[in-house]
């Protein structure tokens, strides 16, 4: 059914929609709306769960690891300084295999202080082992939830996952959202029944410690789940589509990307702004397209060598800057994932701590990176410097 | 249920022989029973009980991080809740994690008022890391970060009142426990979890390697806290102290003099002075619990 | 065998740890003095102090530290620490 609903209303209404037994969440700029309207849910038994108002991120996370293992389905939001303050967590639920599935509204990281938007927090946790999807709206924001779980709960992957969305460009904007039905998705997402939990009836340790001997094989598995997560998305996201017509099988997407001699790689709400900006370049005879990457963790490194097999150059924009290293983390893994190749690489740092970018600034980092102008902040107010 | 013949804390873990937090860690599950889930904190008991894959635990057992057992224990109890299953809920944290680095996720547990029983196994510094001080640690005490020395006498803060922080957060029952006194110990460790709400057992475990003294004299030693004051077996119910073990006080020097980390009030000179002070702390808690017996006057 | 998914493990495994070997003294236990209260066996870390038929109590040697708290504490003075003979 399609109706106007705020980003953060939608997600949670997904979320609502996934029966999650155990919510546990903090409040922080701008996630409030999602776990407000949650708590709205369960005050209205419109979600029958068990809400629990914690006392900081850390514990946050913390009370989902402890219900996940208990065996339910678990839920929490945050952004931000919250992630940070929850990073032993993040790192820890990964490490023991917990299928939490938790929305980043993103933000910048202080200092400075800063609620506005920019990718920071989570492109931080890039080396936790938690899946990471990204949204270019809200329709996508809210229908991510659902393959999250899926692919986070199943058998061969057992991984916790980010569903991150623009902080206040998308969760706190009005969109039209085309929410599927309790009917629909209870036939998409099974009731989650681990194989292990804590119970009495078969003890189980679970967090046990592991020596030299045994630390770097779990290190491996981690990493062989988020591999062997590639398929598992590609298989759910299909499903997904073929039952409520919204294919996301593809860990990258392309515009225009056909016949285009520079292509431009960015994740989340920008690419809107990006395609509008091409198809303006289009109609002058440029040919621009767009590699939107939907998922971050795992990296789809083959995925985005063959999408841009073709291209000349590739201008590459990242929210988020690796203080010290060449640019953005997109930019270093895309130029990683190029490697060999002649396609040039750029990247651009741009949009930090909520600063608009719009379609001519897009249109100038084409024109920068035709011209081998690149790795480097973008739009930087001189007169500051 | 308590199970006082099951054995749930198996054999072959790797705790240093006279290990009290084991001996604690035994005699809690056998209170708990079968019917429990246990949630450790990082520290000692954790690493000598569970390296991969070799648990001692016979009960479902987890452990996250070093803060935040509390926190973990919380979203247990509400996945049970949602579940409708009866398990018990049991945390087993070290003083370290209690006093300090856990605080918060304590805090904020028991105010929201969750199910569950909180075990602090009280050895009175960081153990795991080599006998650091802890907001436990006691006063005078000689540990690798308040070092006795030159100008030092050791820990120069008494130890923190976690049961009085607990107790005024509404926990409606909280106790203090010795593994020198099992039955006393079982039957508080029980009353806590059948009694609704978060309740707190704190347990004081010596530790023969932190404090310096051989493990045989684990129990004795144990006792001997108790016997000078230094250490009171009290309940509290509701936020009021209904019970105290009443004891013929010893001077505080025959607790001090047995073991190494006191060992720089006695050489290579007495510290009357230190020693006066901690005899007024064993003197306060007497007064605070009323625990002395009045032995009559002897007879001529 | 492989590897269990996130560390985990089921009870059991413990046992393959036999710290009997750390022991440098070695509890004997005199049933002649035992009056079977069992204060050894409730008091015993190790939880490795079982009741036999009759009701007496004997260490499993294969995972006795040789702590002596046994010892220490039994009120008959019926456990003796002994010198290890390896």
Redesign the interface.
Known sequence: MMEITEGSHAVAEAVRLCRPQVVSAYPITPQTHIVEALADFVANCQLDAEYITVENELSALSACVGASAAGSRTYSATTSQGLLLMTEVVFNAAGMRLPIVMSIANRAIGAPLSIWNDMQDSISMRDSGWLQFYAEDNQEATDLHFLAYKVAEDTTVQLPAFVCFDGFILSHTYEPIDMISQEQVDQYLPKYNPAEKLDAKDPISFGMYATPDYYTEFRYEMDMAQKRAKEVIAKYGKEFGTMFGRDYSALVEGYQLEDAETAIVAMGSICGTVKDAIDEMRAEGKKVGLLKIRVFRPFPSEEIALALAKVKRVAVLDKNISLGAKGGATAIEVRDAMYGSATTVKGYVLGLGGRDIRKKDIKEIVSLCEKGVGDQFYGLRQELI | MACKTC?L????????????A??AA??VTQAAG????F?SSTGCM??F?????????????????F??A??????????????GRK?KIVIMAGDGATFDIGM??I???F??GHDFTYICYDNEAYMNTGIQRSGATPYDASTTTSPAGKCSFGNNRPKKDMPAILAAHGAPYVATAS?AY?ADLMQKVEKAINTPGPCYVQIHAPCCTGWGF???????IAKLAIETGLWVNYEMVDGKVTKAKKVVRKPVTEYLKTQKRFRHLFKPKAQDAEIAVIQAIADRNAEKFAIDIKLPPKKE | MALAVGCRARPGKARDNKTGSWRVFKPIFDHEKCSKCGMCRTLCPEGCIYEDAEGFFDPDYTYCKGCGICATECPKDAITMKQEEK
């Open positions: 054995e804390f198996d054999s072959g873990h790797r705790a240093c022989g006279g290990c009290g084991a001996l035994r005699l079968p019917e429990s889930i949630v954790e690493v009980s569970t390296p991969y894959p070799e648990t001692a635990w016979k009960v479902p057992w987890i452990h996250s991080l803060e935040n509390a926190a973990v224990a919380s979203g247990i109890e509400a996945a049970l809740k949602k579940q398990e918060i996720s805090s904020g547990a105010e929201r593994i099992p051989e493990g045989e004299q684990t129990i004795a």
